[in-house]
């Protein structure tokens, strides 16, 4: 805030309070933040090389392979399609489900009802951790 002390027209000795505000420092200092903003901001974009595959479609007449789902119920009963299994045999019911000679590097898919408890879910995926199966999907639907 400004003040005046005398000019034209005032008693002399008086002080005037001047509400003018000037906003021009204020603007070279946004101007100036703009500009170190605008030079910045393309240098913060980190580029990663990426390699990826090309797209080749399998050949035609590959058979395709069903997905083996593991599915949690409400009492912690385990199946595998539709037969039950138990934490015990799960990683050889999961083998023979897969029909593969290196059945841990198949995809496996698990699934639970939402009354499933955290730890009846995760002592599902700590077996099949445990028993070198690494790939594991995680589904999000309702199992009915």
Excluded: H, W
Aim: glycine share 6%.
């Amino acid at each position: 805030m400004g003040a005046k002390l005398s000019g034209p027209g005032s008693k002399a000795g008086t002080i005037e309070q001047n509400a003018d505000i000037n906003v021009t420092p204020f603007v070279d200092i946004m101007l100036v933040l703009l500009i170190i903003f605008m030079v910045a901001a393309p240098m913060a974009t980190v580029s990663i090389r990426l390699d990826l595959p090309p797209a080749v479609p399998p050949p035609p007449g590959t058979p395709k392979k069903d997905p083996v789902y593991v599915s949690i119920q409400e009492g912690g009963d385990l199946y595998i399609a539709e037969r039950p299994t138990s934490i015990a045999t799960l990683p050889q019911d999961v083998c023979a489900a897969l029909e593969s000679a290196n059945c841990q590097e198949e995809r496996v898919f698990v699934r639970a009802q939402a009354e499933v408890t955290y730890n009846q879910f995760m002592e599902v995926m700590n077996t099949l951790q445990g028993n070198g199966f690494f790939k594991v999907g995680l589904l999000n639907e309702d199992i009915e």
